[in-house]
């Protein structure tokens, strides 16, 4: 059975940290990419950062970029979303996600569409207060 679990979500001030965790089982882990999405309420789910396992190449959008850390380790099938310097605006339901596209291929746009990722866990909220 494939499971994709998060952990690590919660409320922070402004200004605090978080780490998520992404535990995948069930598949073969160095054969795809996780990415971590995150929708707040009334808002589309939009991808956040990304990595692919076989070569630790990653992605950041420019939202995150400078302050969330994506990183792995293979040995656990974990990934871990490292997030400082929270504000309100990265208040949301936190999700990681498995794409079978890896390599160059993941970086060619599919690392940001939702339809690129084939499993997917049930979420962590994060809420960052002011």
């Known amino acids: 059975e494939v499971q994709l679990v998060e952990s690590g979500g919660g409320l922070v001030q402004t200004g605090g940290s978080l780490r998520l965790s992404c535990a995948a089982s069930g598949f073969v882990f160095a054969d795809y990419a996780i990415g971590w999405f995150r929708q707040a309420p009334g808002k589309e789910r939009e991808g956040g950062s990304g990595?692919?396992?076989?070569?630790?190449?990653?992605y950041y959008t420019d939202s995150v970029k400078g302050r969330f850390t994506i990183s792995s380790d293979n040995a656990k099938n974990t990934v871990y979303l490292q997030m400082n310097s929270l504000t309100p605006e990265d208040t949301a339901v936190y999700y990681c996600?498995?794409?079978?596209?890896?390599?160059?291929?993941?970086?060619?746009?599919?690392?940001?569409?939702?339809?690129?990722?084939?499993?997917w866990g049930q979420g962590t909220q994060v809420t960052v207060s002011s």
């Open positions: 996600a498995a794409s079978p596209y890896t390599g160059s291929y993941y970086y060619r746009g599919w690392e940001k569409c939702t339809d690129g990722y084939r499993f």
């Open positions: 990595i692919t396992i076989s070569d630790g190449l990653r």
